[in-house]
């Protein structure tokens, strides 16, 4: 690999990081030839890389996947559950370069003794390393990122581990976040809070929001594990939402984990073209149908008309509806400058609380109502909608006492949200979305990407192993905390 000066890693960035919605690999990089560079130089591509990715990893394949969109000129595809060996070859190639420059980071913050951006390093390695298991299965964590020390055959650890580490970090980087400094290495900002090193009332308000970013994702992480280890996971999500000083969390949309990508070079937005969001593309019944049932604010902002109403077609069809001729579109506002990319929004946290309510646990006082109407309204207005003061009079859209409302209204709260989607299905069984009747028999929805094929040629005896552990490398094989 050459050796890549800091005040060239961004170009670099940004040439590599345009390309179609349906292309995901990366070009490798390697940040352990870095000369000179300090934490807060490698904050921001990091970020950008990332936000940027997961854009187009949700735009490309999970929209189709979660019935939110459709292709309108294939009989095949991911809508249909058709799906190529590689199909997870980028999101490993990628989630592990940047991970590989987490690692720079956080060694570059501890030899200068910098908690904040120790803190900020670990946060974003668990946020990452948790999309790799969640994608994968058993990944390697403890021996990842190693090969510069002599380490080019990492050990896979079981997602059991993985997991458990991951609460281990958080709750340490929360301990370590110090909010009456900032980031004095970033003086114009990180992209996702705007953090520098400025004080306000002797309190940095980006490391404030950063601590909040890590407590929430100890909640994603803890209610992940809710069907493997349920009293690991009440234990974790009551101590925070009970120790709101200790483990604060997002508490509105102006502090969620949403970075805003300007437009402006080397802010690139993820595609150039703008037609290329809406072509041969339309909407999904599933996805408009439930918005039409609503009355639901966000039909204009997500979609466009067809023939003067929201109308979609059936995911998975066989044959091509006729009336209307087209299905309502996506709106290419969601692509145009600046672009919004979902990390984790507040509204997951409300939702996170509303299903902790719903099972009994300890959640401050707050009911699974109070927490599912927060959601709701939060996630309409993390998109600039308005909920209407009728919106919960609505049968369909108030709560009834039941983990399927709560988990079809947070599937519209983690719209373009990477894979969280996917993910949430996969745990709880909700939403329950129709099968087209163009499904061939036998074809379901992944449980998991397959390994790629280069880890089963320069890994084999880890890999074998940990294939055996998750019963085999298929679409099928269902990860440790699935339902």
């Known amino acids: ?153 990492p050990k896979f650890d079981t997602q059991e581990q993985i997991y458990t580490q991951l609460l281990v970090d958080l709750e340490k980087a929360n301990s370590l976040f110090v909010t009456t400094s900032g980031l004095r290495y970033n003086t114009e900002g990180d992209f996702l809070f705007g953090t520098t090193d400025a004080l306000v009332s002797g309190q940095s308000a980006g490391i404030v929001k950063w601590k909040k970013f890590c407590n929430s994702l100890r909640l994603r992480v803890a209610l992940r594990m809710t069907n493997k280890n349920n009293q690991k996971s009440k234990t974790e999500i009551e101590a925070i939402f009970s120790n709101p000083t200790t483990y604060p969390v997002f508490t509105k949309n102006d502090e969620s984990a949403l970075l805003t990508i300007s437009g402006i070079f080397p802010q690139e937005v993820p595609l150039t073209r703008p037609q290329d969001f809406t072509s041969y593309r339309g909407v999904a019944s599933f996805f408009v149908d439930n918005l039409n049932t609503w009355n639901d604010p966000r039909r204009d902002l997500f979609l466009t008309k067809s023939n003067n109403v929201f109308i979609g077609w059936p995911s998975g069809y066989n044959v091509a509806p006729v009336v209307p001729v087209t299905p309502s579109n996506m709106n290419q506002k969601l692509c145009l400058a600046p672009v919004k990319v979902v990390l984790l929004p507040y509204a997951e946290v409300e939702f996170i609380r509303a299903e902790a309510a719903f099972y009994g646990w300890n959640t401050a006082g707050k009911t699974a109502n109070d927490s599912y109407m927060a959601g709701v309204k939060a ?105």
């Open 1 to 153: 690999m050459k050796k890549i000066k800091h005040l060239s890693l961004f170009l670099i960035l940004a040439a590599f990081s345009l390309g179609s919605c349906n292309n995901f690999t990366e070009l490798n990089t390697d940040p352990n030839r870095m000369d000179k560079v300090t934490p807060g130089a490698l904050l921001n591509p990091i970020l950008y890389g990332l936000a940027v990715y997961n854009w187009n990893t949700s735009n490309g394949f999970a929209m189709d996947l979660m019935q939110v969109s459709l292709p309108t000129n294939s009989s095949g595809g991911v809508s249909r559950y058709y799906f190529n060996d590689n199909l997870g070859n980028g999101t490993w190639d990628t989630y592990y370069k940047w991970l590989n420059n987490i690692k720079e980071m956080e060694s570059l913050a501890t030899a200068l003794n910098d908690p904040n951006y120790q803190a900020v390093a670990m946060v974003l390695r668990s946020w990452v390393m948790q999309l790799v298991a969640d994608s994968f299965g058993d990944v390697p964590m403890t021996e990842a990122s190693r090969g510069s020390e002599g380490l080019l055959q």
């Open 379 to 483: 996630a309409i207005e993390q998109w600039g909608g308005v909920i209407p003061a009728n919106y919960f009079s609505v049968p369909e859209a108030a709560y009834n006492n039941t983990l399927q409302r709560i988990m079809l209204q947070k599937y519209y709260a983690l719209f373009f949200c990477d894979y969280q989607q996917w993910f949430e299905l996969n745990r709880t069984g909700y939403p329950v979305l129709p099968l087209g009747d163009g499904v061939p028999t036998g074809n379901k929805m992944p449980k998991r990407f397959k390994y790629p094929e280069t880890v089963q040629r320069t890994n084999l005896i880890n890999y074998q192993e940990a294939i055996a552990r998750i019963g085999g490398d298929s679409f099928s094989s269902k990860l440790w905390w699935q339902k």
